[in-house]
């Protein structure tokens, strides 16, 4: 799920929990003006208004839990990122040293041949 999604999610679990509270507010208005409102009435069970709330909660925290796993989520394709670069510096780093290295050869080779060159012109111009 990218974040895309995610966001939309949550903006439609918030458009979702403003209705029900609208809905709530009617629901506690129409009891506060009716006979509803009586004592014997409240000892009945759970109201609609608090069931909705608590599922309202619970869709709350699992948006909070979808959002912090695609955050995890980022974090995990991030360092995964970093990793890879980090490999490719390490590569880049040692073919640099033995770059660096087969260049010292080189120069050592080249010298032993200017070396090698000039005993054997010395030895041909001896008689």
Do not use: F
């Not at 999604?5 to 949550?10: G, Q, S």
């Not at 439609?12 to 929990?17: A, I, L, T």
């Not at 619970?58 to 980090?86: G, I, P, Y």
């Amino acid at each position: 799920m990218d974040e895309a999604e995610i966001t939309e999610d949550v903006e439609d679990e918030e458009e979702k929990n403003d209705e029900e509270k609208s809905v709530e507010d009617e629901e506690h208005k129409d009891k506060a003006e009716g006979p509803e409102d009586s004592i014997s009435q409240t000892k009945k069970g759970p109201s609609k208004a608090s069931s909705s709330s608590s599922s309202s909660r619970a869709s709350s925290a699992c948006l909070k839990a979808k959002a912090e796993r695609a955050a995890l989520m980022a974090k995990v394709q991030a360092l995964e990122m970093k990793h890879a670069l980090d490999m490719q510096q390490a590569q880049i780093t040692a073919k640099g040293e033995r770059l660096a290295i087969e260049a010292e050869l080189a120069a050592a080779e080249a010298k032993v041949n200017v070396y090698m060159e000039s005993e054997s012109l010395a030895a041909g111009q001896e008689p």
